[in-house]
Nanobody
Framework: VQLVESGGGSVQAGGSLRLSCTTS????????IAWFRQAPGKKRELVAR???????NYADSVKGRFTISRDSAKNTVYMQMNSLKPEDTAVYYC???????????WGQGTQVTVSS
């Protein structure tokens, strides 16, 4: 099983990034996928999740700014991040599991840095 994140980088506040999580080794359409983030000195935070039916859920801190989506043809999950704020700075991880909130596969993370 592999989950590979990409798309991180450095942007100014107000900018946008799109993260990708390309997966392999499991039946993509039967797994729930989520994005987490962890900033230095802080606990890991669930940012957004999407189940195999396409239903989504977001942390209050990103609602209206981030959008999670999945492409079954590419076994890939995306997270479009708009109106980025310095407090969004963190390492972002994607995770997959057989049911929501039960994630047993993780990617290596991608750094997002937002400057003011």
């Amino acid at each position: 099983v592999q989950l590979v994140e990409s798309g991180g980088g450095s942007v100014q506040a107000g900018g946008s990034l799109r993260l990708s999580c390309t997966t392999s080794g499991f039946v993509f359409d039967t797994y729930a996928i989520a994005w987490f983030r962890q900033a230095p000195g802080k606990k890991r935070e669930l940012v957004a999740r999407i189940n195999f039916g396409g239903s989504t859920n977001y942390a209050d801190s990103v609602k209206g700014r981030f959008t999670i989506s999945r492409d079954s043809a590419k076994n890939t999950v995306y997270m479009q991040m708009n109106s980025l704020k310095p407090e969004d700075t963190a390492v972002y991880y994607c995770a997959a599991g057989p049911r929501e909130l039960d994630y047993n596969y993780w990617g290596q993370g991608t750094q997002v840095t937002v400057s003011s």
